[in-house]
């Protein structure tokens, strides 16, 4: 049989009640000092669909997540959560996961930052770094050609294709 909670109107005191749903009375009365109370709904039937155990609601770990953007219901769920889509706990990964991931990444931007400077330098050095002001097309187009056979050949650019693809 379910416990029905029921609050005295002018007290806020809580009075317990144990019946079938059929019997539950909608008001009762203090028999000592006539004080009605009403009954009260339980904050673990709000929620229960999902929750993963009755105890869950009892203990009201229910809270709104920023980072997930979403509303978790305790532990057990934030876990189910976190596997859905699939996303790992910092405590979980290896040792110096995120210092090593945050080296390569730097290691990775400092090559891209010197390919980046030595093509700027091969334009300083064919004259391809500022708009056209005196001469012909002709040689620009010839400058840029030797540019593009200088800083990436076919047989470079080719060779690297084949290990990317």
Known sequence: MPIYEFRGRETGRIFEWIGSHKERPTKLYDPDTGEEFVLK??????QK?????WQEGLSHQTYYDR???QTIYGEAHKE????ARGLVRERDLPKNWVI????AQQKA????DAESDHFFKKMVEYNLDKPEKDGSANERIKATEAFWSDVAPAKKVLKEAKQDG
């Open 41 to 46: 709904l339980s904050a673990p039937n709000l």
């Open 49 to 53: 669909s999902n929750l993963s155990s």
């Open 67 to 69: 980072n997930l953007k």
């Open 80 to 83: 189910r959560v976190l596997k």
């Open 100 to 103: 090593d991931k945050m080296e």
């Open 109 to 112: 931007q400092a090559k891209a």
